[in-house]
């Protein structure tokens, strides 16, 4: 199954200062790019543990003994690791972007490229779809998606005109969504306010902040003394939430001072921000977004 290469493979790698015999987690394993990087920078008794929670990824399994590929949401990362044996690892990384193989793929509904029923759930087994979000949710939850998710000044129109539509039908399939908010689609930014309204109902779908702050908690205590955790966000309000808890340790508020007056935090921030080169970006536009920030478990 053809996955193209991760963005920032070889910078979110090298993040985590591997270590030959260490424990690594990839929790958002998809095509195998980012776990194959780091078997190679394993010795014989190195051991790397990867989740994703969609069936096709498990077409990518790696042959290797020191690998295990658990089909699992990552918001569950430290049951699952301890059903394994595994108490503390030596890094983790996460790509929080949706794969390449996800969007070309075109009955899964992520693509603003093609006719598809609406779905985009990255777990096939969810009850919520993009079709329950556009169907039944209402006025006031769909203009939270589109304003919160989707950062669109217009939610609140966006959201009356879907409500009005369903008194004449359901919405079933991407092109009827398009044509029901087509006066919202001038032609010189069509794609772009699309791309910001599927990304809305994605995330809403797949819980995708919900799932991000569960996981970043879970972090600290996963991580050993030295641990580097990399992680790469494609979304404002992703990047915003995984710097705050570099930072403090939390998503609100600030940490208490201990009596000389310092933070007592647990992950330095390492390195600053990085993102894609120009190079990178013109051969992934899906790269245009990402940003990698890498932290060490004090």
Known sequence: MEYHNPVLLKETVEGLNIIEDGVYVDV????GGHSREILKRLGKNGRLIAFDQDQDALLNTIDDSRFTLINENFRHVKRFLRF??????DGILADFGVSSHQFDVADRGFSTRFEANLDMRMNRQETLSAYTVVNEYDEQQLRQVFWQYGELRNAPALARTIIAERKHGEIKTTEQLKSVLKKYLPDYRKNKILAQIYQAIRIEVNQEIEVLIEFLLQTP????????LSVISYHSLEDRLVKRFIRSGMFKGEPEKDVFGNFSVPLKRIGKLIIPTQDEIDLNNRARSAKLRIAEKL
């Open 221 to 228: 205590d996963l991580l050993k003394e030295g641990g580097r």
């Open 28 to 31: 958002t394993f998809g095509g």
């Open 84 to 89: 394994h044996g595994v108490k503390t690892v």
